[in-house]
């Protein structure tokens, strides 16, 4: 079974506004942190944002924010106010615990995100 | 420099050839990885070291070898690759192996094409 699952391939938003990134992660571990990742064109993966399984907010970080619903094990990146230099890739990963085996860092499939003009 | 530098950031060889991919960190990191990005295929974990000693293999394929003179810098040695070996190498490190938050950053990555 995947540990880390994006249903969407591809998704376009228009510039300035809002959009939900979807990622849902399988894991018996009560202690992990969930990444999310941007990939320009370049190749670079850019880290975004960082959710623990125990904290009690969501993560903010500027106009990115994880929508964790924990017990849903889902946790979607949300961009607000897109804008060009947005479009990419997005990939959803997913590290357990060290008692739950390796320090691995496991990653989905990836959204490639289009932003219109 | 700052943050992960990687090169070349592209490569052509052949499959008799021997090359060799350079990253360096310059966050204080004690972790390094290297890992192989395929078409369509998640991202794929070969290697971990952690202050200087490797941790982790994930059952790569000897025609790849690794180095990490020390934590600063990290080698993959190539030789006799294949086709298939075609990707992009990524190199991330982080402040050490370990622990749900530690967060993994990434160089630019070395397109690499075996003719």
């Known amino acids: 079974a995947q540990k880390i699952t994006q249903t969407q391939p591809g998704m376009f938003v228009q510039e300035k506004e809002a959009v939900t990134l979807d990622c849902t992660y399988d894991?018996?571990?009560?202690?992990?942190?969930l990444f999310w990742y941007k990939q320009p064109s370049s190749g670079e993966m850019i880290f975004l944002i960082y959710?623990?399984?125990?904290?009690?907010q969501n993560a903010t970080e500027g106009r990115y924010s994880l929508n964790f619903q924990k017990a849903r094990k889902s946790a979607n990146l949300v961009i607000s106010a897109s804008q060009l230099g947005d479009s990419a890739m997005y990939f959803c990963a997913m590290r357990e615990s060290p008692g739950a085996g390796s320090y691995q860092l496991t990653f989905g499939k990836g959204t490639k995100l289009s932003v219109i003009p | 420099e700052t943050g992960v530098t990687q090169t070349p950031r592209h490569l052509v060889m052949g499959m008799t050839n021997k090359k060799s991919l350079k990253c360096e960190q310059h966050l204080g990191h004690n972790a390094m990885y290297w890992y192989k990005q395929s078409a369509k295929k998640p991202l794929e974990l070969m290697f971990v070291?952690?202050?200087?000693?490797?941790?982790e293999n994930n059952s790569v394929p000897s025609r790849f070898s690794p180095e990490c003179p020390n934590s600063s810098h990290l080698f993959l040695h190539l030789h006799t690759l294949q086709p298939e070996d075609s990707a992009l190498y990524l190199c991330?490190?982080?402040?050490?192996?370990?622990?749900?938050?530690?967060?993994?950053?990434f160089g630019p990555g070395t397109r690499l094409t075996v003719l």
């Open positions: 959710q623990g399984s125990y904290d009690q």
């Open positions: 991330a490190s982080s402040q050490f192996v370990g622990g749900t938050t530690d967060t993994q950053y």
């Open positions: 894991t018996s571990d009560p202690s992990y942190g």
């Open positions: 070291y952690n202050f200087k000693e490797q941790t």
